[in-house]
C-alpha cells in the first residue's frame, strides 16, 4: 500500500488542521493510525471516518498530552494491542496570546504543559519501546514563532523554542537506537486558526512572505510523511521549516 504499510503511528492532536492532514497522509501511506484528542471527540470521530473510507485504519485515544499519568496509561493501551508503536507525531498545541505584563501564571502553565511538556511526556513514553525494537521515528512540531519570536505570543514562543532544544538533544542520545527525531517548524498556514485573523492583518503577514502564500495542512504534512519515512533514514536532529520563506 505504501512506504508505511504495517507500522504503528500516534498523532497527538490529531483531529483536526495540521494533525488531521497528518493522519490522513499517513494512513495512505499504509500506517495505522492512533488520533490523540483532548475535547473534541466529534471532530476526531470525523477524521477517523475519513480516514478508514480512504481505506487506511486507525483508532481514537482520547488524552490529555499534559498529564504524564494519562499519556502512560494510552501508549501502554497501545502497545498491549500493537506491540510497538513506529512513529510518534507530537502536534498537539495551544496558544494563549497577549503582552507579557498581562499574561497570567496560568496562562503561561497551560501554553508550556501542553506545547514543551506535552511533547516530552510522549516522546518519554514511547521512546521506551522504541529503544526496544531498535527503530522509531520522532517529529515534534514547533513554529516560525520559536524562532523568530512575535510579540504577544512569548509562552507560545517560548514553547516552541524549548521544542527545537528538546529535539536536538533527544536526537543524539537515540540516534543509536536507530531513532531519528526531528522537528517541523510551519510558518503561516491556513487553518481555522488563521482563518479567523481579520483581512488587513492577513494582507500584512502575506507581505512578509516571499512566496506570497499561506501554506496548507497538506504541505506540512508531506513534510512530516517524508520525515517518518525511508528516504529521511540518514536525517535526524534537524528542523524543517515549511513556511514559504518567511524565516530563513
Known amino acids: 500500500m505504501g512506504d508505511l504499510k504495517g507500522q504503528i503511528a500516534l498523532v497527538t492532536g490529531g483531529g483536526r488542521g495540521i494533525g488531521k492532514a497528518v493522519v490522513l497522509m499517513l494512513g495512505r ?80 502553565d497551560r501554553v508550556i504543559g501542553i506545547n514543551l511538556k506535552g511533547t516530552v511526556h510522549c516522546t518519554k513514553a514511547v521512546c521506551r519501546r522504541m529503544i526496544r525494537e531498535r527503530y522509531g521515528r520522532i517529529v515534534n512540531f514547533t513554529s516560525v514563532v520559536g524562532q523568530i519570536g512575535n510579540a504577544g505570543q512569548s509562552a507560545y514562543a517560548a ?36 482563518a479567523q485573523l481579520p483581512e488587513k492583518l492577513r494582507e500584512e503577514f502575506l507581505r512578509s512572505i516571499p512566496l506570497a502564500r499561506f501554506g496548507t495542512s497538506r504541505d506540512v504534512a508531506e ?26
Open 223 to 248: 513534510v512530516v510523511s517524508f520525515l517518518v519515512g525511508s528516504g529521511a533514514s540518514y536525517i535526524t536532529g534537524q528542523v524543517i521549516n515549511v513556511n514559504g520563506g518567511l524565516y530563513m
Open 29 to 108: 501511506l499504509g500506517a495505522v493510525v492512533m488520533i490523540n484528542y483532548r475535547q473534541n471527540r466529534q471532530a476526531a470521530e470525523a477524521t477517523l471516518e475519513e480516514l478508514m473510507a480512504e481505506g487506511g485504519g486507525g483508532e481514537l485515544f482520547p488524552f490529555d498530552v499534559a498529564e504524564e499519568s494519562q499519556v502512560e496509561e494510552a501508549v501502554k493501551k497501545i502497545v498491549d494491542r500493537h506491540r510497538k508503536i513506529d512513529i510518534l507525531v507530537n502536534n498537539a498545541g495551544v496558544t494563549s496570546d497577549g503582552l507579557l505584563v498581562r499574561l497570567t501564571s496560568e496562562e503561561w
Open 159 to 194: 514553547s516552541k523554542a524549548g521544542i527545537i532544544g528538546f529535539t536536538k538533544a533527544v536526537a543524539r542520545e537515540l540516534a543509536s537506537r536507530g531513532i531519528t527525531v526531528n522537528a517541523v517548524a510551519p510558518g503561516f498556514i491556513d487553518t481555522e486558526m488563521t
